[in-house]
């Protein structure tokens, strides 16, 4: 049977929209026969339900993958192994999370699955404390550039993203610009344009770090400007015009962004549930 590749259906800013077309194809797929196939769906099917915080269902879905696994092929195991960790790391048991990604980037180093091995390896660097996030970054970043895989190179991008977090985070600021203008390079040659704006807004967020406020401004102005032309807000953007100008002393200039940056990202659930802190300063300096 003619199945569909489901990897080139996700959409991550919509798992509603992706689980509901994945879920279109799960009929052919069980009546393909294909345990493999059938596997990696449900696998995914998960992924989209623990995006949407449905913890218990995505288990529940992987509960059914356990079935499939002793007929169907490594990457099957693989995919398993790393929408399980998915969803303990998501519910905040990283404990349980991190014996699953440490599985998955040996089995897909050993099965020559280079994607989903860097994958592993990128999520290792998630549940590890910060000494070894860097670590784990190097070597997802390794693996992907010597890879003959586009889809494992295509993680580069992302990978100098995470690894630039992890320096900022520490202070190394320096570094982590190197690594955002590493990261807006590659977005540049994918040309897809959501992901150039984000590396964009790493490197404003770092400049202003560094103390070169005006130049962050400068940036976060230009993609406000390109949002409001696409008919779209993005609250972390506003949220960094705010900080710009407050940190250059125009505390009434900022107000209205800092104002349009809470109504948008109190709607985030994560936000919500993760940095209170955060929102509520925001709402303290739109007043």
């Known amino acids: 049977m003619d199945l569909p590749e489901f990897d080139s259906l996700w959409d991550f800013d919509d798992p509603a929209g992706t689980e509901a077309r994945f879920r279109e194809d799960l009929p052919a797929a069980v009546e393909s026969g294909v345990r493999s196939?059938?596997?990696e769906l449900l696998t995914q099917i998960a992924r989209a339900q623990g995006l949407q915080r449905q913890f218990p269902d995505a288990h529940n879905t992987l509960d059914r993958v356990l079935d499939l696994l002793p007929l169907a092929r490594p990457r099957a195991r693989i995919r398993y192994l790393l929408e399980r960790g998915r969803v303990f790391n998501s519910s905040k048991e990283p404990d349980k999370a991190w014996p699953l990604f440490l599985e998955a980037?040996?089995?897909g180093q050993q099965a020559g699955e280079d994607n989903l091995a860097v994958d592993a390896a990128h999520m290792m660097a998630v549940v590890e404390p910060p000494e070894q996030q860097i670590a784990w970054n190097q070597r997802a970043m390794e693996l992907a550039e010597r890879?003959?895989?586009?889809k494992a190179r295509r993680w580069l991008g992302s990978l100098y993203n995470n690894l630039g977090w992890t320096y900022h985070y520490r202070g190394e600021h320096e570094l982590a610009l190197n690594l955002f203008e590493r990261a807006l390079k590659i977005r540049e040659e994918q040309g897809q344009p959501k992901?150039?704006?984000i590396a964009r807004w790493c490197i404003a967020r770092t400049l202003r770090s560094l103390g070169r406020t005006e130049e962050a401004l400068a940036i976060q102005r230009q993609l406000k400007q390109e949002n409001a032309n696409s008919g779209f807000e993005d609250g972390f953007v506003d949220?960094?015009?705010g900080e710009c100008l407050l940190s250059l002393g125009k505390a009434a200039e900022s107000k209205p962004h800092f104002a349009a940056a809470y109504s948008s990202l109190s709607m985030d659930p994560w936000l919500a549930e993760n940095e209170p802190?955060?929102?509520e300063r925001l709402k303290a300096l739109s007043q």
Do not use: C, F
């Open 105 to 107: 980037w040996e089995l």
């Open 277 to 279: 802190v955060r929102l």
């Open 239 to 241: 949220e960094e015009l």
């Open 37 to 39: 196939y059938h596997a």
């Open 147 to 150: 890879s003959q895989d586009p």
């Open 195 to 197: 992901p150039i704006r």
